[in-house]
T-cell receptor, first 115, second 115 residues
Framework: DTGVSQDPRHKITKRGQNVTFRCDPI?????LYWYRQTLGQGPEFLTY????????KSRLLSDRFSAERPKGSFSTLEIQRTEQGDSAMYLCASSPRTSGTGELFFGEGSRLTVL | GESVGLHLPTLSVQEGDNSIINCAYSNSASDYFIWYKQESGKGPQFIIDIRSNMDKRQGQRVTVLLNKTVKHLSLQIAATQPGDSAVYFC??????????????FGKGTHLIIQP
């Protein structure tokens, strides 16, 4: 399968613990996005990479959140000292285009439950 | 503030009937819109897009209409099938920092197909 893959698909953790999610985009896609989706809502933009450069971070991304894409391929999203409000689906998407299109290819998400 | 939203959270239609899902946007400068379909437990999947220099675009069984005067777009699905059951999101392409762009999603409409 050559789609966007995310790991783990589900994560249950206790409040205060750290969690890390991984995203492997479609190969050769230079753009990579992280979104967060809560129940009944549309995805909310978190951050964006073009190759290894992180070009924008949403105000939703507090200092407990950090994302990396060290070699311009896979990306990780880490949440430190998790809170119950962090419970959500974390979606990764990639795109091959430089600009002007919304055709993002999404993975199936990593669902986080903070107890 | 700028927002993309939907009129109805749930739409129930009979199998074989046509479905119309509506979306209102508030940013009059928006020039590109996308419809996504999200099935349960999966990431959003691109359906169709439209630029502001168009008022209609057709795909396979789907048509998107854009009315810039009232800042409204709709997704029409012809002869709905059980596989069309999903949540449908409209999204707006938003210019972001670093020359990037990203999608701002609405809340979604849950389309239910009745046999």
């Amino acid at each position: 399968d050559t789609g966007v893959s995310q790991d783990p698909r589900h994560k249950i953790t206790k409040r205060g613990q750290n969690v890390t999610f991984r995203c492997d985009p479609i190969s050769e896609h230079n753009r990579l996005y992280w979104y967060r989706q809560t129940l009944g809502q549309g995805p909310e933009f978190l951050t964006y990479f073009q190759n290894e450069a992180q070009l924008e971070k949403s105000r939703l991304l507090s200092d407990r959140f950090s994302a990396e894409r060290p070699k311009g391929s896979f990306s990780t999203l880490e949440i430190q000292r998790t809170e119950q409000g962090d419970s959500a689906m974390y979606l990764c998407a990639s795109s091959p285009r430089t600009s002007g299109t919304g055709e993002l290819f999404f993975g199936e998400g990593s669902r986080l439950t903070v107890l | 503030g700028e927002s993309v939203g939907l009129h109805l959270p749930t739409l129930s239609v009979q199998e074989g009937d046509n479905s119309i899902i509506n979306c209102a946007y508030s940013n009059s400068a928006s020039d590109y819109f996308i419809w996504y379909k999200q099935e349960s437990g999966k990431g959003p999947q691109f359906i169709i897009d439209i630029r502001s220099n168009m008022d209609k675009r057709q795909g396979q069984r789907v048509t998107v209409l854009l009315n810039k005067t009232v800042k409204h777009l709709s997704l029409q699905i012809a002869a709905t099938q059980p596989g069309d059951s999903a949540v449908y999101f409209c999204a707006e392409l938003t210019p972001r920092g670093g020359g990037a762009d990203g999608l701002t999603f609405g809340k979604g409409t849950h389309l239910i197909i009745q046999p």
